[in-house]
T-cell receptor, first 114, second 116 residues
Framework: QKEVEQDPGPLSVPEGAIVSLNCTYS??????FMWYRQYSRKGPELLMY????GNKEDGRFTAQVDKSSKYISLFIRDSQPSDSATYLC??????????????FGTGTRLLVSP | GAGVSQSPRYKVAKRGQDVALRCDPI?????LFWYQQALGQGPEFLTY????????KSGLPSDRFFAERPEGSVSTLKIQRTQQEDSAVYLC??????????????FGPGTRLTVL
């Protein structure tokens, strides 16, 4: 079993829909949680970053972390065709490594149709 | 300013050949990471440099994989005697600081390696 589980999709939604993307994890030492967006033939780019539990909002994006359930979510409001991409969750531990050693999920492919 | 660049963007190798993949990080970035992304999977950590020092190489799949960053800027990932299972996209990322767990990693576009 992988440390981070993520449904690969694809997830197809109409323009304007609210999108919910999720990951579960097994390593209780993870303290830093990130969401990356990856367009085809491109490298991942950081969307959201959250430390420990709680919510964080940035424009149309909201990230949630529930450490008690080992579950993180990314919500996208008013989805646009330009949001069509693969969304990767990523996590890292706190002090054991001394640097940001990311563990990624498999990524969920999102398709937003006009 | 320029982002992280990688070359070549695409590489086809015959099984058994050696390959070298180059990463040019953002100027001044202290930390540099290499990841391997297989088809339909998320990136997997390979190795980490802080300046020229390779502090973690725990993710390198075998001793056929070797990475270096001799002057603390450009990095090269070398794969000897390539195998079909080495086919993947190799991503390089850099971040400004050293040992900062909140730092943002900036990724390059990757090198797609196909081993025939």
């Amino acid at each position: 079993q992988k440390e981070v589980e993520q449904d690969p999709g694809p997830l197809s939604v109409p323009e304007g829909a609210i999108v919910s993307l999720n990951c579960t994890y097994s390593n209780s030492a993870f303290q830093y949680f990130m969401w990356y967006r990856q367009y085809s033939r491109k490298g991942p780019e950081l969307l959201m970053y959250t430390y420990s539990s709680g919510n964080k909002e940035d424009g149309r994006f909201t990230a949630q972390v529930d450490k008690s359930s080992k579950y993180i979510s990314l919500f996208i409001r008013d989805s646009q065709p330009s949001d069509s991409a693969t969304y990767l969750c990523a996590m890292s531990e706190s002090m054991n490594t001394g640097f940001q050693k990311l563990v990624f999920g498999t990524g969920t492919r999102l398709l937003v149709s006009p | 300013g320029a982002g992280v660049s990688q070359s070549p963007r695409y590489k086809v190798a015959k099984r058994g050949q050696d390959v070298a993949l180059r990463c040019d990080p953002i100027s001044g970035h202290v930390s540099l990471f290499w990841y391997q992304q297989a088809l339909g999977q998320g990136p997997e950590f390979l190795t980490y440099f802080q300046n020229e020092a390779q502090l973690d190489k725990s993710g390198l799949p075998s001793d056929r994989f070797f990475a270096e960053r001799p002057e603390g800027s450009v990095s090269t990932l070398k794969i000897q005697r390539t195998q079909q299972e080495d086919s993947a996209v190799y991503l390089c990322a850099s971040s400004p600081l050293a040992g900062d767990l909140t730092d943002t990693q900036y990724f390059g576009p990757g090198t797609r390696l196909t081993v025939l």
